[in-house]
Structure formats: structure tokens, C-alpha cells
Nanobody, 121 residues
Framework: QVQLAESGGGLVQPGGSLRLSCAASGRIFSIHDMLWYRQAPGKERELVAQITSGGRTTYAESVKGRFTISRDNAKKTVYLQMNSLKPEDTAVYSC???????????????WGQGTQVTVSS
């Protein structure tokens, strides 16, 4: 059974930093893209950042220059370093992975449960 487990959320003051982690576990043969999404109360889910298996990254305009996505392929883990946090960054952050749990490779979508990030003084 493949699972994605996020950690690192919490309460932080404006201007502070947090580092989120998302570790994939289970029988995994290959991981393609890994992404972070967020959803604030009453708002649509938003793509925050994406990283390919080769390390190419893309970001939402609202987080460019403040957030950094990275991954450790050996650990099957994706990270989101969040700096200069703002109250509008408050949301549930969820990770997503496009991966194959079978051989021959057959990729499917997998989601984590989400972790709350609250930016408030």
C-alpha cells in the first residue's frame, strides 16, 4: 500500500519559515512528478510548486522567491521550504505524486492527507 505522509506544518508568525516534508512509502517502482498544493478555507485548491524527476521546478506566482521545492529521490521525499510567510499562506498543504506501484510501470495519482500551516501573529 503506497502512502504519502506530510509533516512540518504548524503555527508561525508572519515573516517566519517552515519546512514541509512528504515521504512516499510502500512498494514504489518509479516516481515522476511531485507537487505541493494548498487549500485555504472557502477557496479553490491551488498548485503551489512542482518538481519533475529530473529536478525541474515551477512555482505559483504568489510564492515565487519565497518558497523552494526540492526532492530526495533516494528517500522518496519531497520538501517545501517556505520563507517570508504571510497570513495569506495559511492553508492545508497537501503533497501529490505521480508514481508507479507496479511493474511494468503504470503511473497513478497519489495524495497525502495534508498538513495545516497557519501564519498569524
Amino acid at each position: 500500500q503506497v502512502q504519502l505522509a506530510e509533516s512540518g506544518g504548524g503555527l508561525v508568525q508572519p515573516g517566519g519559515s517552515l519546512r514541509l516534508s512528504c515521504a512516499a512509502s510502500g512498494r514504489i517502482f518509479s516516481i515522476h512528478d511531485m507537487l505541493w498544493y494548498r487549500q485555504a478555507p472557502g477557496k479553490e485548491r491551488e498548485l503551489v510548486a512542482q518538481i519533475t524527476s529530473g529536478g525541474r521546478t515551477t512555482y505559483a506566482e504568489s510564492v515565487k522567491g519565497r518558497f523552494t521545492i526540492s526532492r530526495d529521490n533516494a528517500k522518496k521525499t519531497v520538501y517545501l521550504q517556505m520563507n517570508s510567510l504571510k497570513p495569506e499562506d495559511t492553508a492545508v498543504y497537501s503533497c501529490y505524486a505521480y508514481l508507479s506501484a507496479t511493474w511494468p510501470l503504470n503511473y497513478s495519482d497519489y495524495w497525502g492527507q495534508g498538513t495545516q500551516v497557519t501564519v498569524s501573529s
